[in-house]
């Protein structure tokens, strides 16, 4: 699987996927429930089985039911939707994405946090001149 895997789910997918990012662990009811505008039970469960077969989710069984979780790493899964929503709303420009994220957090950035920002960008800075 590619680094750029989740980048071609479909929207239903995504909703999934991302259901099971935030809850942990859910079975096919609960997923369902918690789409927006929910599909028939059958459609959820076809997506799932979609989804496992593809890799993307996993399940375990538990008390007579499946119950599902995502079988990619957070970090990948992050770093993935960053790309698409980089590549999506800001031309592919990193530096426009921060420049909106800090535009719009501004006011809630701590020191601490500018001075996190501080060292990756001289990190950065780093590894683009020893290229």
Same mark, same amino acid.
């Given at each position: 699987?590619?680094?750029?895997?989740?980048?071609?789910?479909?929207?239903?997918?995504?909703?999934?996927?991302? /259901?099971?990012?935030?809850?942990?662990? *859910?079975?096919?009811?609960? /997923?369902?429930?918690?789409?927006?505008? &929910? &599909?028939?039970? *059958? $459609?959820?469960? %076809?997506?799932?089985?979609?989804?496992?077969?593809?890799?993307?989710?996993?399940?375990?069984?538990?008390?007579?039911?499946?119950?599902?979780?995502? %079988?990619?790493?957070?970090?990948?899964?992050?770093?993935? %939707?960053?790309?698409?929503?980089?590549?999506?709303?800001?031309?592919?420009?990193?530096?426009? $994405?921060?420049? $909106?994220?800090?535009?719009?957090? *501004?006011?809630?950035?701590?020191?601490?946090?500018?001075?996190?920002?501080?060292?990756?960008?001289?990190?950065?800075?780093?590894?683009?001149?020893?290229?």
């Amino acid at each position: 699987m590619g680094k750029n895997h989740l980048l071609h789910l479909s929207r239903r997918q995504r909703q999934i996927v991302d /259901i099971l990012f935030r809850y942990g662990e *859910s079975s096919a009811e609960e /997923i369902r429930e918690r789409l927006p505008d &929910p &599909p028939s039970n *059958s $459609a959820v469960r %076809a997506m799932l089985a979609t989804l496992e077969k593809k890799g993307h989710i996993k399940h375990r069984e538990q008390n007579l039911r499946y119950v599902y979780s995502v %079988a990619i790493e957070q970090d990948d899964a992050r770093r993935t %939707a960053l790309d698409r929503l980089i590549h999506t709303f800001f031309e592919g420009s990193s530096v426009k $994405a921060v420049n $909106a994220l800090l535009g719009m957090q *501004s006011e809630k950035i701590s020191s601490e946090e500018l001075e996190q920002l501080g060292e990756i960008i001289e990190i950065a800075k780093r590894k683009e001149q020893q290229q």
